[in-house]
């Protein structure tokens, strides 16, 4: 499994970005978003989209499970879910729908059955340092 770091301050969050759309050019993706509480996921979703020049309101979907910005950009969160009330609900299913689906909280079982349903995926873990935050990618 590839390992790509970055070290970045909120306003320079971009170079993250970048990268990620360069490895998600033209494919369906699944992204599992791993960090504390306010290490910044939702901030990640909200400045990947926003790169997107879609003008949607980006917040953490803890209450609603799932949120869609622009048709094809898929933000959940397992916060307040366990996986199997995320299965129960159909959850799985959405990720055959073209587009990127952003999930924060994923945790090791997730991954386990990601694979073993074939849905590739990446990884982002990230960790606060100071006023920086320390994205670890994992394709």
Do not use: C
């Not at 290490?39 to 499970?65: H, M």
Request: charged fraction near 30%.
């Amino acid at each position: 499994m590839k390992i790509k770091e970055f070290l970045l301050k909120e306003d320079e969050i971009i170079d993250l970005i970048d990268y990620l759309k360069s490895i998600l050019e033209n494919q369906d993706k699944i992204i599992l978003l791993k960090g504390d509480l306010a290490s910044g996921k939702t901030t990640l979703v909200r400045n990947f989209v926003k790169s997107l020049d879609i003008e949607d309101y980006v917040n953490s979907p803890t209450f609603s499970l799932q949120v869609v910005y622009s048709d094809n950009i898929f933000h959940y969160d397992l916060y307040n879910k366990t996986l199997q009330d995320f299965i129960a609900l159909g959850m799985l299913e959405e990720f055959e729908k073209d587009g990127l689906h952003f999930i924060e909280w994923a945790d090791e079982s997730l991954e386990n059955i990601l694979s073993d349903y074939g849905f590739s995926f990446l990884k982002i873990e990230i960790e606060k340092k100071d006023n920086k935050r320390l994205y670890k990618v994992y394709e």
